[in-house]
């Protein structure tokens, strides 16, 4: 059976810590390995995207491959066909799946019924790519055995791939969030279930950002929940990352944001920009870093 990555918990804490090792490697360029060379990747979007769809066409071409940009109008997963087919006939055509979509269960699915590596580039439930990316971008900027990591915001896909991560790696990992809007009970329950990690969930933005290393936030409303915006911003407008609330953080704090911002919502310009703590496009390039080292990794095994 090939191995897939749908979450975080697809993996050790030992293949973390390989992936980070093995994307290192790649960056500085001692290694230039090409596993896809006369290979096709299906990058199946059913949710559009900038960050997602260019880092990994790149990231595929550069590891040797040829990347299939497949629209939900075209395979309409689910509907035209099952996931199951879709999977099996794909499988005959590409040697791996990448999918960016809502449901989590088409990943999964997908993953069960192919028989090539099956990769979730975002679901409604987790952004694992994007997690792991900003985890290497974090090592990249600061030396510590344990990051202090403030979330602040809705509780969504990103805030629960960072609890999956915290069930694997130590992380001191605060989420700065209201009652109405809490991250997945299953990540959360992972996440404290690791003894090495400190898990906070607090209504109190202050609380969150005391003394942390890194302060990181994303958008109220995720696509497919624009008409929620008013509902989510009324109930997290308290979570903004201004200034007045960062000088609660560590003196040498990092400012991080998974993209796409809406600027002087979630996050002011001055912190958005500023040129001594936010790392936010350090951590925008190395999505193609990390995915080009997950893609190596599952194609080794």
């Known amino acids: 059976m090939p191995r897939s990555f749908t979450e975080i918990t697809d993996l050790t804490k030992d293949e973390v810590l390989e992936i980070f090792d093995l994307c290192g ?6 290694i230039a390995p090409k596993p896809l060379a006369g290979k096709s990747v299906a990058c199946i979007f059913t949710k559009p995207s900038l960050r997602t769809r260019v880092s ?3 990231g595929i071409n550069q590891l ?3 990347a299939l ?3 939900d109008n075209e395979i309409q997963l689910g509907k035209r066909e099952s996931v199951a087919d879709a999977a099996r006939v794909l499988s005959r055509y590409v040697g791996m799946i990448m999918i960016r979509t809502f449901a989590h269960s088409d990943v999964t699915e997908l993953a069960k019924y192919a028989s090539v590596p099956v990769i979730n580039g975002l679901t409604d439930l987790g952004h694992p790519c994007q997690i792991l990316g900003d985890y290497l971008t974090i090592m990249e900027h600061k030396k510590k055995d344990i990051y202090k990591i403030a979330y602040l915001g809705d509780g969504n896909n990103v805030c629960n791939s960072w609890l999956t991560l915290a069930s694997k790696l ?18 959360l329950t992972l996440a404290k279930a690791n003894k090495g990690s400190r898990i906070l969930v607090t209504e109190d933005p202050k609380e969150a950002v005391k003394d942390a290393d890194v302060i990181y936030t ?11 915006s008013k509902e989510k911003a009324d109930l997290l407008s308290k979570y903004q990352l201004n200034a007045a609330l960062l000088k609660g953080a560590d003196p040498g704090y990092l400012v991080m944001h998974c993209l796409p ?3 002087g919502r979630e996050i002011t310009d001055e912190v958005m920009d500023d040129p001594k703590h936010s790392i936010v496009f350090d951590e925008a390039e190395n999505r193609l870093h990390i995915q080009k080292a997950i893609m190596v990794f599952l194609l080794q095994q």
């Open 56 to 58: 990994f066409e790149v």
């Open 218 to 228: 994303d958008v109220w409303a995720s696509m497919g929940q624009k008409d929620q």
């Open 69 to 71: 940009y497949i629209t």
């Open 25 to 30: 490697k790649m960056k500085s360029g001692k």
């Open 261 to 263: 911002a809406e600027r």
């Open 170 to 187: 130590p992380i001191d990992l605060r989420i700065g969030t209201s009652k109405a809007t809490p991250p997945d009970k299953n990540a």
């Open 64 to 66: 040797g491959g040829h």
